[in-house]
């Protein structure tokens, strides 16, 4: 029985290996044959193969990204961009040759604009009484002339009654008890000493009423401005009551201004150096520069406040444009130049997800996205710490074009490259 199946095991074991024998070699047969074919007919299957297999037109695959990717062929700026010279006309694109120059070392903080002592001035109520302004829709910014009537204060209607009318009295009796003393003294009649009291209560009334006498009118005492300039702020109100030497309007001649900013004591040591500064105003994008407006440095605080951990530092400067006094700025306070520093202006920079990028031209139509690290900038100009070198051409209009002109070749129309 033993014999029986081991019999039955050696006939299924050489009949396996017959099959077996016979698929390896009609697999063998079949792979010389297919390669005999393809050496014999001198095409090179292999990339025919491949290229019919991928569902691709390579050759036009070859041709677009030729377009994008110019220079491609010689392996050098593979990530150009490409920009006409009549698109660059035509957005006005300027571009710059980077050198090394020197560039200030900045201290960046914020300051107010406030008028010079001497160019403003306050007008007072010379009386106590009603306020008509001479010009009923006087405002702020109203150009005034030195000597110019602004305001007529009148107390006529009032219970205590005009002031000015009763100096007036006053001084024309005290005037005629004066000169009957006079006259009384010389004679002998009256003593010195009553002569005396005549004579200072009509000096007391020869003063009261001189002090309005020029401005004494029918209507009642007009308060004129004192400098030529302009109405800084209204402090009263048409029709409001005010009393002797209560504030009436402010007026300014804004030639002269200052810029008070405040740095944090940080910087004290490198205050030190500050002489210029730069700033910009919240509703003004124009950079301003006290060099250009006969600016100089007028203070630097030696002690920061009790309630505050700020230096303050002061200029003086010409107002040769429209700024306005009060308002608030941001500072670029300028110290001790870099001799030799890589600097572009502000508006060459763009900014995408934290990361800052200048764009470079390469040649007449091709430029050249660049990241770049940023140091100080004054407003004008940024340092560039990283990314760019000398003989560098830096785009410094036409950016925004330009960027898009790079958003647009990054995906051909019509091409992938999923396989």
Do not use: W
Request: hydrophobic share 35%.
């Amino acid at each position: 029985m033993i014999c029986f199946f081991v019999a039955i095991a050696l006939i299924s074991n050489g009949c396996r290996g017959k099959h077996n024998h016979n698929e390896d070699d009609g697999h063998n047969h079949a792979t010389e044959e297919a390669h005999e074919h393809f050496e014999g007919d001198g095409h090179d299957h292999s990339a025919h193969h491949h290229d019919e297999g991928d569902g691709h037109d390579h050759s036009a695959h070859h041709h677009d990204e030729g377009e994008v990717h110019a220079h491609e062929a010689d392996g050098e700026h593979t990530d150009e961009i490409h920009f006409s010279a009549e698109q660059a006309e035509a957005v006005g694109l300027e571009v710059i040759e980077i050198e090394p120059a020197p560039f200030s070392r900045v201290v960046k903080t914020s300051g107010r604009i406030q008028a010079t002592q001497g160019d403003e001035a306050t007008l007072a109520a010379t009386s106590d009484g009603i306020v008509s302004f001479v010009n009923p829709s006087i405002s702020d910014g109203i150009a005034v002339r030195a000597g110019e009537a602004v305001v007529t204060v009148s107390a006529r209607n009032l219970q205590n009654g005009d002031r000015s009318a009763i100096a007036v009295i006053n001084y024309e009796t005290e005037q005629k008890a004066y000169q009957r003393a006079e006259e009384l003294s010389k004679a002998g009649i009256i003593s010195a000493k009553d002569f005396e009291e005549v004579r200072r209560r009509y000096e007391t009334a020869k003063t009261a009423y001189e002090a309005q006498a020029a401005n004494i009118t029918a209507r009642g005492v007009t308060v004129t401005s004192p400098i030529s300039g302009f109405i800084k702020n209204r402090l009263v109100n048409q029709g409001e009551y005010v009393t002797v030497g209560q504030p009436i309007a402010t007026i300014t001649q804004n030639r002269r201004l200052q810029l008070r900013a405040e740095a944090p004591e940080k910087y004290y040591r490198t205050l030190k150096d500050v002489r210029t500064a730069n700033f910009r105003t919240a509703y003004d994008e124009t950079l301003y520069k006290t060099s250009d407006m006969r600016g100089r440095l007028l203070s630097l605080g030696k002690s920061s406040g009790n309630e505050s951990f700020y230096v303050p530092i002061t200029f003086e400067f010409d107002n040769t444009g429209d700024i306005l006094p009060g308002s608030f700025a941001e500072v670029y306070l300028l110290t001790a130049p870099i001799e030799a520093a890589i600097a572009v202006p502000v508006a060459a920079i763009t900014e995408e997800q934290g990361l800052y990028f200048v764009y470079i031209q390469l040649d007449e139509e091709g430029y050249r996205k660049q990241e770049v690290r940023l140091g100080p900038d004054d407003g004008e100009r940024v340092q560039i710490l990283s990314g760019l070198k000398s003989g560098d051409r830096v785009v410094v209009k036409g950016v925004y074009q330009v960027k898009l002109a790079a958003i647009s070749s990054i995906i051909p129309e019509g091409h992938t490259h999923s396989h």
